[in-house]
């Protein structure tokens, strides 16, 4: 029994498979691990889902990355950590020279840590010279986080999630909740049984969350931003805005009012497909409602118009009187673990951490001091540009870490074709994903459970996570790995531990400036901002919005068509989304035996309408082409979807859905608009 004891560890982690950010201790024993238990998480108290409870056997996967692999041909093979990060600093440095630092990019992880982000913005800036630094979140959350600079100031979810439980109304726009973000929903789900919270859904598909809705509404694809603006309009209209309250607090009243004259409900029904009465509902239910919850996620913003329609969300709230109060505000649910940190902590083209930007002189010298290097002035490329800049000979050499790109970037064709372009590709990561196949250099990176840091879930909380097990073979942890690289390229950086990171980013960015990792010691968190004295703002809007006269703003809009609608060619509109028991493209999930056993197969949703116009059957397979590529899948016919509207699961073990899906992004923010692709389908004959 002694030794047993001995041999038997428990560390608190966090979890990494979404925003959520429920933590717990895993128990283990040498490299097994034994259990999970929650405890007294902050986000999720004694829950989890399946992948928190069941998705750890990845890690001792017989697939995980032990050693760097440099190209031979068309080959790769097995070098030493001396070896590789001698070619890296040789070839990274080597463009530079020859290109100036802005012929190279840097691309971050939501995956990964706070610190591990902030040190690859500081290798982009301070070791390289470029602002040419960017992370996953590109892909989905960016339009949220701009919707909600333009209205009320900061990118971040307005309260907590224990807030959303105790509105009066929460209204889930474009989001499978239940499936994407488990633990949060079930507090919803609660609070809709237990407490009478009203509940409005919006979204494509039927999902669990819509069967629950006192009302469900089934827009047209792209078209929420309209029925969102005829909603505010009527609400203004028939005199049920909160005058009170945008009086003293918000900016812009008339210039906006003024934008929304076009949004009838007329207008709306015409272009949503929804009926006048249905609409009037919806208004005259929001506006009476005590509190208000809006929660959204991709599909809002994985549109040609997400910025846009996450900003006429904002509007709405503000129009209803629904911020600086518990229970009301506005929630994009972040996607990965890190999405929210990942910006944060300054992985981001214009930003560096705190969102304080490169232009801004008195920032940007500020940061000259303390890093002792002349810093550059102009914003770099964000991850779409970076593609694009591959193409026009412009960016020669990436270093990526935590992102398998080509499968999680649109267009995968096109993408594949720029990487093959490039001059040196160094790819870290914890699997040989697709994206490994265009590397010059794959460097062994050690996952979550193999590290330590800081997460910031997606109501802004900064948790901490321990080291559950050491790197297996030769991979490390990527913060050291950036560390190894900035020092090939000539820096003298020596961080011990994360704990060094964070104090320099809490002592450069004023958002951050009382965090430290006392203050997050085991189960303890902190929602940012945070002060100097360590106090934190669980509710981020209380006595202003973060403008310098402390008012928000209505940002006037305008509903421009999705940039690709069905056709008599491409006559079907494929969604895509998550599942409950994946995570992303799957190189973690579909390495964990249960989980893969429990959910073996992609297959796309179609509405019993369109499988009897085709005669189809599930267990059919067809062929799903786009003008940008095809997959092979098999049909499942179901109410979920209904119509010409067809879904495909984004996780697969199989070919990425990004193989279909368009160049077409955000207008704002180049996020694409993975959400917009007409399709046709051929029917294969039954084997
Ligand atoms: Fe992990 Fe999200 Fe599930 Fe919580 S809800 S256990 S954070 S995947």
Request: proline share 5%.
């Amino acid at each position: 029994a002694a030794m047993r004891e001995v041999r038997v560890k428990r560390t608190k982690t966090v979890c990494t498979y979404c925003g959520v950010g429920c933590s717990f201790d895993v128990w283990t024993k040498d490299r097994h691990i034994l259990k999970v238990e929650p405890g007294e998480g902050a986000a999720n108290n004694i829950s989890t889902c399946v992948k928190g409870k069941f998705g750890w056997d990845y890690v001792n996967h017989e697939d995980r990355l032990q050693q760097p692999l440099i190209r031979e041909g068309d080959a790769f093979r097995p070098a030493s950590w001396e070896e590789a990060l001698a070619l890296i600093g040789k070839r990274l440095g080597g463009i530079k020279a020859e290109h100036g630092p802005d012929a190279l990019g840097f691309i971050s992880s939501s995956k990964c840590t706070n610190e591990e982000n902030y040190l690859m913005q500081k290798l982009a800036r301070a070791v390289v010279g470029t602002n040419n630094v960017d992370n996953c979140s590109r892909y989905c959350q960016s339009p949220a986080t701009q919707g909600l600079f333009r209205t009320v100031g900061y990118g971040g979810d307005s309260g907590s999630i224990s807030d959303i439980a105790s509105a009066a109304m929460v209204v889930v726009i474009g989001s499978n909740t239940t499936e994407s973000h488990p633990v949060l929903s079930t507090r919803v789900k609660r609070a809709h049984k237990l407490n009478g919270q009203k509940l409005i859904v919006a979204d494509l598909r039927r999902h669990e969350m819509a069967d629950r809705a006192d009302i469900f509404i089934q827009p047209s694809p792209g078209t929420d931003l309209v029925w969102l603006s005829a909603v505010t309009k009527y609400i203004f209209d028939n005199g049920l805005a909160k005058m009170d309250f945008i009086e003293r607090w918000v900016n812009k009243v008339e210039e906006y009012r003024k934008s929304l004259e076009p949004f009838t409900m007329e207008y709306a029904a015409k272009i949503t497909g929804l009926s006048v009465e249905t609409l009037t509902r919806v208004a005259e239910e929001i506006a009476a409602a005590e509190s208000v919850c809006i929660l959204w996620a991709m599909g809002v913003t994985q549109h040609c118009g997400g910025s846009d329609t996450s900003t006429a969300i904002s509007n709405l709230l503000l129009a209803t009187g629904n911020y600086m109060r518990t229970g009301t505000g506005a929630y994009p649910l972040r996607g990965h673990n890190n999405v929210q940190g990942a910006s944060d902590f300054g992985c981001m083209p214009i930003y560096f951490p705190g969102y304080e930007k490169v232009t801004d002189d008195e920032v940007r010298h500020r940061y000259e001091q303390a890093w002792g290097v002349k810093l550059s002035s102009s914003k770099g490329l964000d991850n779409h540009e970076m593609v694009r800049a591959i193409e026009d000979g412009k960016l020669k050499g990436i270093y990526l870490f935590g992102e398998d790109m080509f499968s999680a970037d649109s267009n995968a064709n096109y993408v594949g074709a720029q990487f093959a372009k490039l001059d040196f590709f160094v790819v870290q990561d914890i699997f040989f994903s697709e994206t490994c196949r265009y590397a010059d250099v794959v460097l062994p990176a050690s996952p979550s459970l193999e590290k330590e840091g800081t997460f910031v879930n997606t109501e802004r909380r900064i948790q901490r996570l321990y080291e559950v097990l050491e790197p297996l073979g030769e991979s490390r942890p990527d913060w050291r790995i950036v560390q190894d690289i900035a020092n090939s390229l000539g820096a003298k950086w020596n961080y011990t531990h994360p704990a060094d990171v964070m104090h320099e980013a809490a002592s450069l960015a004023p958002m951050f400036a009382g965090v430290t990792y006392d203050r997050l010691a085991g189960y303890k968190t902190l929602q940012w901002p945070v002060a100097i004295d360590g106090t934190d703002q669980p509710l981020l809007y209380t006595e202003k919005f973060n403008f310098p006269d402390g008012k928000a703003n209505f940002y006037p809009l305008e509903w421009i068509a999705p940039c690709e609608e069905i056709d008599q060619e491409y006559d079907i509109h494929l969604n895509n989304g998550r599942l409950l028991e994946h995570f992303h493209e799957g190189n973690m999930t579909y390495r964990v035996k249960g989980i893969h056993e429990e959910t073996p197969n992609r297959f796309l949703e179609v509405s019993p309408e369109l499988a009897e116009e085709r005669n189809l059957q599930t267990g059919q397979w067809v062929d799903v082409t786009s003008r940008y590529g095809e997959l092979r899948v098999q049909v499942l016919v179901t109410d979920r979807v209904k119509g010409k509207q067809v879904f495909i699961p984004l996780n697969s073990p199989e070919k990425p859905v990004n193989l279909l899906t368009s160049h077409f992004t955000d207008r704002v923010t180049h996020t694409p608009a993975y959400k917009e692709t007409p399709v046709h389908m051929k029917i294969l004959p039954w084997k």
